[in-house]
């Protein structure tokens, strides 16, 4: 099975603070991959590192065979990315930024495509509106479409649901585990745990920058286990160590 994220002792300190403490971690093609983990746990600074945003202050790591610290920017050629808290440029309008983006990543057929996603996101209506009049769950729905508009064969999303109503969270849960099926593969941050025990296939737990579990949501179900009290069983014990 190909790996298609490798991260080996993979750290960053900021200053004093360890925010990534030497993780090790791989990711299968095809897995829905969710990393958990409480605020501040360093769940936001690995994405950062894995598609080339900020440079490791230790470890390595390689994403569909690239190296993060060579070359971040073949990195991010390849992936679709949605950052946290990243919103589009408040300049362009719907339209003009999925243009944009079409552009840089070289996509043909914008437009159909475009409309495509409009559409399935039911946001035709905002297309001329300036990205800085759209809500803020707007605004996520089109920085969801540029993640995915050029299909990529693996795309991180720091907590993918946020924002979103639960009609939207619902289409878009649909869609991210459809997407693994054709053989792609999803790197998601996030804190709802019951989406993440629904949708996801594989599991890591971060606490303190530090890996505290990682494997098969399978495994846990097997046990009869239900993730949200794994996770706290877990994170509250490390907690009092
Ligand atoms: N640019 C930065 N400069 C200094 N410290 C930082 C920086 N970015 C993150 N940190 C620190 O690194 C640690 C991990 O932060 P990170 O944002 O990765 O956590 P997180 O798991 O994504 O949290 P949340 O669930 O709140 O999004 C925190 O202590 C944070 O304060
Ligand atoms: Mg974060």
Known sequence: MTRVIEACDLSKAYGDVQAVDHVTLAVKEGA??????P???GKTTMIRMLTGQTRPTGGEASVLGIDVVKDPVGVRKRVGIIPEQET???FLTAIEYLKFVAAVRKIPDIGK???WWFDFLDFADKKDVLCKDLSRGTRQKLMFTQAFIHEPALALIDEPLINFDPIMQDLVK?????????GRTIFISTHILEVAEEICSEFAILHKGKLLHAGPIAELKERGEHLP????SLVRKDHHV
Do not use: T
């Open 229 to 232: 009290a794994f996770f706290l």
């Open 39 to 41: 605020n501040g746990s």
């Open 174 to 182: 649909d869609y991210l585990a459809d997407y693994v099926k054709k």
């Open 88 to 90: 589009p440029p408040s």
């Open 32 to 37: 829905l991959f969710g990393l958990l983990g």
């Open 113 to 115: 495509k475009a409309d």
